[in-house]
DNA sequence: GTCCCCCGTTTGCTATTCGAGAACAACACT
DNA sequence: AGTGTTGTTCTCGAATAGCAAACGGGGGAC
């Protein structure tokens, strides 16, 4: 759990805030960074041109600004298409989201937090804030706690303490204990519940991904309160979901 | 057209050599890495670290084995939400995939290549080896024909100068003059044709996206020569494009 | 259980090189 | 033309990256 490096290469700092920052902004010009960032122009303008010489940064030479590449985008498809469950569970995901009907989203946990690896949407999908790579926390959403579930004790404190309970909604869990309650909860019942605990008027279901006893994802169904019926015990998507689940679950040992 | 940076910050392209290194072996140790790319241990642990601690990388304390997360999704999603021909076009990609049951893809053209920014499958779509993100050249693929059949000619050429016509198949445009030709004929007709020039058994026909009579980007179906008929009069593949393409242009101007 | 080897991490010191500042160049606007 | 703004180049002093070497620790062989 080093987080911190010892001895951090302060010129790839220098260039990852840039990028950080170019991020934030879209777009800008060297002089707007300088000051931004409290850097000399030559600089800014070094570091810029090294990273537009690899391909990671865009100049557009009539507007003399600078903007990411989609080298990101590339670099993170392929980072993605190795992964054994993504290959496995995309189609899956797929075909659950057109049977539902709703949004469906295949996550992985990394430093602490879940990543959406693949979404898709069916007939009547809610429109979310998500995006392929972007991160959430763990506690307030169903994803996040089927996976919890599967995690040993010391993994969920550590991660707890590293990220925190924020909360985000009047519902969302924020104590350690009420927590820990859930999680005994989702590992009876098999599969996770988010009651408007990330965004209100949204319930979401989720089921942990296991293979050899780790857990290595989660598939989870999204959409508003009036579709996704709280009765848990009788709800349809509930099976559909399960289904789903036990499929990639067979297949991953075939890869 | 400074491809080459002046005074090049070589620090980070140390830092950009591991991330390339990186990715392309998928995971690797200290060791492997620093021999790999003849640097010292020491610093090729300190580069990592430092990536780490920003989370571009990732270290399986187990293994002691380092990989590239899952950030760079994250960041590519970003660019990718942020662009609006991506928000314009997505659904209607979708839509036009569900009508066609082929592949469709979005693409936009970056440093002189195409980059696919979403793809769709239909129902019968063929599997292809791309991915959201992953850069293919224009002239052996019917987007990058379109893209580049809207582009000014001096642009043309220096995509030509900057990449080379490299043959892919044997029926791949090689040459400058037949590239030019091919493009007048893709002006004419509306839309773009690659008729196995990237992939044996393979046909795609693609539409370029302009706004304000700029292109900012194509769509394309593809499919295998059995079901992609080559008499691209009465294609009912084309309509179906164009009609898309019209859409999309028309909503583009209420972003 | 012990030894040994290998690999990741830390340290100290020096050569490298990053970057502030100033000068230069290229526009855009008045 | 003139002036203000912004990107780019240059030079040199100070910051620091990284080599070599030492340390530490985990795993395998026996």
């Known amino acids: 759990m080093t987080k911190r490096a010892k001895h951090p ?18 777009e800008a010009r060297v002089t707007t960074l ?7 122009k030559s600089a800014v303008h070094n570091h810029l041109s090294t990273l537009e010489k690899h391909g990671y940064v865009v100049k557009d030479s009539e507007t003399k600004t600078y903007r990411l590449s989609l080298k990101f985008l590339d670099i993170g498809g392929q980072i993605r298409s190795q992964r054994d469950v ?13 049977e539902s009907g709703e949004l469906v989203h295949l996550v992985v946990e990394e430093d602490g937090k879940g990543v959406y690896l693949c979404r ?17 926390h ?9 996976i919890l579930s599967r995690l040993p004790t010391d993994r969920v404190d550590a991660i707890i303490d590293q990220h925190g309970l924020p909360k985000v ?24 519940v988010d009651d408007e605990e990330r965004l209100e008027g949204l319930r979401c279901i989720a089921a942990p991904i296991k293979f050899d006893s780790d857990v ?17 015990e ?12 036990n499929v990639i679950e067979l297949n991953k040992y075939n890869v």
């Open 234 to 245: 009788s709800n349809e998507f509930v099976s559909e979901l399960q289904r789903t689940v």
């Open 34 to 40: 300088a000051s931004e960032l409290g850097m000399g």
């Open 86 to 98: 993504y290959k496995v569970a995309e189609p899956k995901v797929e075909e659950l989201a057109e």
């Open 169 to 192: 909604t009047p519902r969302t869990i924020t104590s350690r204990e009420a927590l820990f309650e859930e999680l005994e909860r989702t590992r009876e019942r098999g599969f996770a």
């Open 138 to 146: 763990m506690h307030s959403t169903a994803f996040g706690k089927a």
């Open 216 to 232: 290595i994802g989660a598939i989870s169904v999204s959409g508003p309160t009036a579709r996704i019926d709280d009765d848990w």
């Open 9 to 26: 290469v302060r010129t790839t700092e220098k260039s990852l805030r840039l990028i950080a920052e170019l991020n934030q902004l879209g």
């Open 120 to 136: 898709s949407k069916g007939e009547r999908a809610v429109e979310l804030d998500t995006y392929i790579g972007c991160r959430h």
